[in-house]
């Protein structure tokens, strides 16, 4: 692929602003900043979708190099991002989901939690970010084909399914035996 289709390509405006998303929601992450969890989930809850909707916009590309562009996210940082959401989630860090290939074959209900998922979103949406801060056409495309796949095959889905626990939480809805608990605005979340 000629260098002029590839800048065509990886500075597309549908481009930029998934990065600009996708920054924000990293360092949001990363971030140990002293919020309640209402206010944690609030803001968390603004920056997925729109992460989702940006990345459902993302160009169609193919590969340009032999080689996929390197890592940068360790196991510390997704370790750190992982403990960070599990701590300030609780005990609601673990829901209910339906959406994964062994609940098919299982006869029980199978949990998650939003802190992996999220560590998992982070990881690839990381990875990519960090590419496009070197400026290299052919590994920024193929950052951006790569992110985009996972984004099909993997992600994607972590990311809606990780809204649901999310919502309840902030809507206030949460299941204590046969009566529901309103945590919505002016409640207490911690």
């Known amino acids: 692929m000629k260098k002029a289709d590839l800048n065509k390509i990886v500075y ?8 600009t998303i996708a920054v924000e929601v990293c ?29 459902l916009l993302l160009p169609e590309t193919v590969p340009a190099e032999e ?30 989901d339906v959406f994964i290939e062994d609940m098919k074959y299982s006869d029980t209900p199978v949990s998650t939690f939003v802190s992996e998922n999220l560590a998992d979103i ?7 970010v960090s590419v496009y801060q070197f400026g290299l056409a052919g590994q920024m495309n193929d950052a951006l084909y790569q992110c985009k796949e996972n984004f099909r095959l993997y992600w994607g889905q972590k990311l809606v399914n990780v809204l649901r626990p999310l919502h309840t939480m902030m809507c206030g ?13 002016g409640a207490q979340w911690d």
């Open 12 to 19: 597309d405006k549908s481009v930029i602003d998934f990065v």
């Open 27 to 55: 360092v949001f992450l990363e971030k140990d900043a002293a919020l309640s969890r209402g206010e944690w989930v609030d803001r968390l809850l603004k920056m997925l979708p729109l992460l989702y909707v940006k990345a």
């Open 67 to 96: 080689e996929f562009p390197a890592t940068f996210v360790t196991e510390e940082d997704y370790s750190h991002v992982a403990n960070k959401v599990s701590e300030i989630m609780g005990e609601e860090d673990v829901y209910l």
């Open 122 to 128: 982070y990881q690839d949406i990381r990875n990519f």
């Open 173 to 185: 809805y949460l299941e204590s035996g046969n009566e529901e608990t309103d945590l919505s605005e």
